[in-house]
């Protein structure tokens, strides 16, 4: 009997434990969980809708030094095998503008089918286990562990013949990303790519918006590092009380979190009026300010951003929200013109790992084979999921990059199986 050890039961451990099981009688796999349920972080997933993947698929929504690694795992594992693949599980999906969910819209069903799947193939879940120790040896690997669970402090060891590193990456500690993968890759011999936080929220220098925290606004956000432009992304914006949020911040967070971590001044620009260029907003307020000359300047722009942003803009300007409108001069419009359009921001930090929806960096891929999965240093040691040095955008990616890693891993693992025992077979 062949023994196939999976350290993590996240969604790249799920799917590489599913696909595994469903291979030649004399394998066994077994799910060593950090926390007390496996898929715990899946609940958390597209706010608990669980954006499984996404029909724009290619490798320039995923970072990472080794992009041409990602574009390998997405050749051989794509958003239409992702599909099939839960498909084939009995999930019915829907797509909302090419983000594909679970037709009920709930995290919940996506981790229950994917643990009693895996149950009813054989897998044995051990929950409750954190894993301390991995020694290879020629035959294998030595896995040492303590319970997690403060009732049960025995340590534990487990052989196998193969092992799957899916234990995530820091993102979200309380739902069992802590880090430790890292550490074990490393005892290992792999070289980790340095890691911070990837989705996630920016805290903000001396915030000119915190007396509009609260307010949700339409606006175009760009990332400066040392003064050059590196990426811009239009959304919802989220202002707080700390800094901002929402999506687009999302998406250039971790270029942000990255200069931060190099010590690099990181700015963020934000565009209130992005459907309007400069020129036309300067013209639409102007026209817009004919017979209401002896309107308050706050009630003029009434209407345009939420009251309490416009109360913010005009206090960096010193513009009197009281002071009649036909008083503003031009110069004054047109700074308040770019004060909306081009908003620099100083970025003090992001929100952290507990607050992050994923990492960027991790274990280098070029010490993995793309194909397979498997360690170009260790072999029969796989190296899946967060864990790995690739992080995707919003929307579905990163779990899509789980699926893919995790079901390469889980498959290999059966080939290779197969073939030795094609190979004993013929010798005998």
């Not at 307020?285 to 951003?305: H, N, P, S, V, W």
């Not at 864990?387 to 955008?393: H, K, R, T």
Request: proline share 2%.
């Amino acid at each position: 009997m062949r023994k196939i050890g999976i350290i993590g039961g996240g969604a790249s451990g799920l799917a590489a434990a599913v696909t595994a099981a469903a291979g030649p009688e004399n394998i066994k796999i077994f799910i060593l969980e950090h926390k007390d349920q496996a898929g715990k972080k899946l609940l958390s997933t597209g706010n608990g809708r669980c954006n499984l993947t996404n029909e724009r698929m290619d490798s320039s929504f995923f970072r990472s030094e080794e992009i041409r690694c990602v574009e390998k795992v997405l050749e051989q594992f794509d958003a239409s095998d992702t599909i099939h693949f839960f498909e084939e599980l009995g999930l019915m999906m829907r797509s909302r503008n090419g983000y594909i969910y679970p037709r009920c819209e709930q995290a919940s069903a996506v981790r229950d089918l994917l643990v009693k799947e895996a149950e009813r193939r054989g897998v044995v879940i051990y929950t409750n286990i954190h894993v301390t120790e991995i020694v290879p040896g020629k035959k294998g690997f030595q896995v040492f562990g303590r319970s997690s669970d403060t009732k049960d402090l025995k340590k534990r060891r487990f052989s196998f013949d193969k092992l799957i590193l899916a234990c995530g990456g820091r993102a979200a500690k309380v739902l069992g990303s802590d880090g430790s993968g890292y550490t074990l890759a490393k005892t290992l011999g792999h070289t980790l790519v340095p890691v911070v936080p990837a989705l996630v929220q920016l805290k903000v220098e001396e915030h000119p918006f915190k007396e509009a925290s609260g307010v949700r606004t339409e606006a175009g956000v760009s990332a400066y590092i040392a003064g050059e432009k590196i990426c811009r992304d239009t959304g919802e914006l989220q202002i707080t009380n700390y800094g901002i949020s929402g999506i687009p911040v999302f998406q250039i967070s971790r270029y942000v979190a990255r200069a931060l971590y190099e010590k690099r001044r990181a700015e963020v620009e934000i565009d209130l009026l992005p459907s309007m260029s400069e020129d036309a907003f300067f013209s639409y307020l102007i026209k817009r300010r004919i017979g209401k000359e002896a309107m308050q300047t706050g009630d003029f722009l009434a209407g345009i951003f939420h009251g309490r942003l416009t109360a913010c803009l005009l206090a960096r300007l010193k513009i009197p929200a009281l002071r009649p409108a036909g008083e503003l001069s031009e110069r004054e419009i047109i700074k308040f013109v770019k004060q909306c359009k081009h908003s620099l921001l100083s970025i003090q930090d992001t929100t952290g790992y507990d607050n992050a929806q994923a990492c960027a960096g991790g274990i280098s891929l070029g010490e993995v084979d793309c194909v397979t999965m498997e360690s170009r240093y260790v072999k029969g040691l796989y190296l899946t999921g967060e864990l790995l040095d690739a992080d995707g955008m919003c929307g579905g990616y990163n779990l899509q990059w789980a699926w893919a890693t995790g079901i390469l891993a889980g498959r290999h693992i059966i080939s290779e199986i197969d073939m030795k025992q094609g190979k004993g077979e013929k010798d005998a």
